[in-house]
């Protein structure tokens, strides 16, 4: 395709809107000018950067509604979900505007003959590469505190979101951010390469898949930059009892759903006790059986909307079908629509542990279900992930589900709770869910300069 940025609404599968790639000489031309620019932003004031960040949250609340119908034409996501993350991301962005100062202020360290601080200092240019699956929020996780550190940033956002990159920039501008601080770029592979390469580039973030973290860190690594990875994740969900099994389902299958499935913290893995598990899936069927096929920009009760593509959806239908040949069970769903990117919820069972299907992550909205008769075996299953993302833990006895996550090895975990959002908390994983953490105060950690100064009595 000459135009991989591009909106193609997978409703329809028609290409709406296509953008270009810029020139290479256009590269060179960002770099210079977000270079330049880095040159003034680096020495502007917490103050001075919290009044505009703070400003670009509030403008995020305000056009919740614009960013949320952009990401139903790009992407199929509902606008009730888009609204509530162009929301969330405008808290994202107060909270470094109101905390940047405190967490980073100059730190005092007692040395014998002087006197001595650790500060934190803008390192340059950073390059965002992010994914189409929270167009908004995820480039505001990586924004927020890198603006507020003094860092300039460039953003090379997933090709088929290019209207939410730019309006995630004109916000920014509107706010008052200086020409050059933030760049969004239509960048080429090739050119993300020339771009990392750049002595003038001191690190990358990425969100995405595997495939796309091993070869941007591999790059970063060759040019001795800084990177941070997210790559999503098999997040187990353990169910170890349930007094209401009825509810338990629908909170199972809501948090499953969600964003039609495409969630790097979703529920990958439901993994239930055997007691409960009929029941339990009986109810998940059911709600799978219930839903219909729904217009993400005018959504109503149980519906389900399209994948963010053609592509995805057919990637996860070959998915499904490589299961149910390795021996999976598909209880209902799982119907690819002709052309577009509906794809129809799923409940699979008996996928064998261990297959290769089963170390995959169904990116989208397929529920699967795994029987276990012990804590143990649910802890191990639970374990037996080649990624750590995040996961959770239920049980009528909060002191049971503790113990049980205790034993859990991912970023995040949460007990009778599917997960909690805020800004305050750090998000990242461990094994293969990539290294690094994003939001709360650690998420200014990452790209800075940790200098001491020394002064000699």
């Not at 202020?105 to 929270?134: E, S, Y």
């Not at 990358?204 to 941070?228: F, I, M």
């Not at 297959?355 to 008769?373: N, Q, T």
Request: with cysteine; proline share 4%; aromatic share 8%.
């Amino acid at each position: 395709m000459s135009n991989p940025y591009r909106v193609q609404n997978p409703m329809t599968n028609e290409v709406v809107e296509t953008f270009d790639h810029p020139t290479e000489e256009q590269v060179q031309e960002i770099l210079a000018k977000s270079d330049e620019a880095f040159q003034s932003w680096r020495h502007t004031s917490y103050e001075e950067r919290a009044a505009i960040v703070g400003k670009a949250a509030q403008l995020l609340k305000e056009r919740k509604n614009e960013l949320a119908k952009i990401m139903a034409e790009e992407m199929g996501k509902s606008v009730p979900e888009g609204e509530w993350e162009a929301d969330f991301s405008g808290d994202i962005l107060q909270f470094y505007a109101d905390h940047a100062a405190e967490h980073c202020a100059d730190q005092k360290v007692d040395v014998p003959g002087g006197k001595a601080v650790v500060r934190r200092l803008p390192l340059g240019i950073l390059l965002g590469i992010m994914p189409w699956n929270f167009p908004v929020y995820q480039v505001a996780r990586f924004a927020g505190p890198n603006l507020m550190n003094g860092n300039c940033i460039l953003l090379k956002h997933a090709e088929i979101t290019p209207k939410s990159a730019a309006a995630f920039e004109a916000i920014l501008k509107e706010a008052g951010l200086p020409d050059g601080v933030f760049t969004n770029v239509y960048a080429s592979h090739d050119q993300i390469e020339t771009i990392i390469a750049d002595p003038r580039v001191q690190g990358v973030s990425l969100t995405g898949s595997e495939r796309a973290g091993a070869k941007v860190a591999e790059t970063a690594g060759k040019n001795l930059k800084k990177v941070v990875l997210e790559l999503g994740g098999t997040d187990p969900y353990v169910i170890l009892d349930s007094a209401d099994i009825k509810t338990a389902a629908q909170d199972a299958w809501a948090k499953r759903v969600q964003n039609a499935g495409q969630v790097c913290t979703s529920n990958k893995r439901i993994i239930v006790m055997e007691d409960i598990y009929d029941e339990f899936v009986d109810e998940m069927v059911k709600i799978a059986e219930s839903y219909k096929k729904g217009d993400p920009s005018n959504p109503g009760e149980n519906e389900y909307y399209p994948m963010s593509s053609r592509n995805a959806a057919e990637l996860l239908d070959d998915q499904v079908k490589r299961a149910v040949k390795a021996g999976a069970t598909l209880r209902t769903g799982g119907e690819l629509d002709d052309t577009t990117a509906y794809y129809s919820p799923a409940v699979l069972t008996d996928l064998p542990v261990g297959s290769d299907e089963y170390y995959e992550e169904f990116f989208g909205p397929v529920a699967e279900i795994y029987k276990v008769s012990s804590e143990d075996e649910a802890v191990a299953l639970a374990n037996n992930s080649r990624q750590g993302l995040g996961g959770a833990v239920f049980s009528e006895d909060t002191d049971r589900a503790i113990k049980v996550a205790d034993q859990i090895d991912t970023g995040m975990i949460h007990v009778n709770l599917g997960q909690y959002f805020s800004a305050v908390l750090p998000f990242g994983g461990v094994k293969r869910s990539g290294f690094g953490r994003e939001l709360s105060v650690f998420a200014l950690d990452e790209f800075v300069n940790k200098q001491y100064l020394y002064v000699n009595d």
